[in-house]
Nanobody
Framework: QVQLVESGGGLMQPGESLRLSCAASGSIFSINAMGWYRQAPGKERELVAVISSGGTTNYADSVKGRFTISRDNAKNTMYLQMNSLKPEDTAVYYC???????????????WGQGTQVTVSS
């Protein structure tokens, strides 16, 4: 079994910065793609950013130039640096990872429990 635990959410003012972390633990052989998603009240979950095991990144247009996704493969941890926060960034942010089990060597997708980010003046 694999667990993803997000941390770093909070209440921020517009223009401020925040860094989210996602730590993976458990029966991990390797982690392929990892990503951040978010879901605002009354809206569907949407992709924020993804990063491959090799470091290739992709961002939603709404966060390009403001958010930076990164990962530390040695620590099985992913980060999301969020700068110039806007009220429309308010959402629950979820970590996602495609993990190969070190027990079965099969791939499976996992989700974290989510962390709330609120941007308000």
């Amino acid at each position: 079994q694999v667990q993803l635990v997000e941390s770093g959410g909070g209440l921020m003012q517009p223009g401020e910065s925040l860094r989210l972390s996602c730590a993976a633990s458990g029966s991990i052989f390797s982690i392929n793609a990892m990503g951040w998603y978010r879901q605002a009240p009354g809206k569907e979950r949407e992709l924020v950013a993804v990063i491959s095991s090799g470091g290739t990144t992709n961002y939603a247009d709404s966060v390009k130039g403001r958010f930076t996704i990164s990962r530390d493969n040695a620590k099985n941890t992913m980060y999301l640096q969020m700068n110039s926060l806007k009220p429309e960034d308010t959402a629950v942010y979820y970590c996602n990872a495609r993990v190969r089990s070190r027990i079965s060597y099969s791939d499976r997708e996992y989700w974290g429990q989510g962390t709330q980010v609120t941007v308000s003046s």
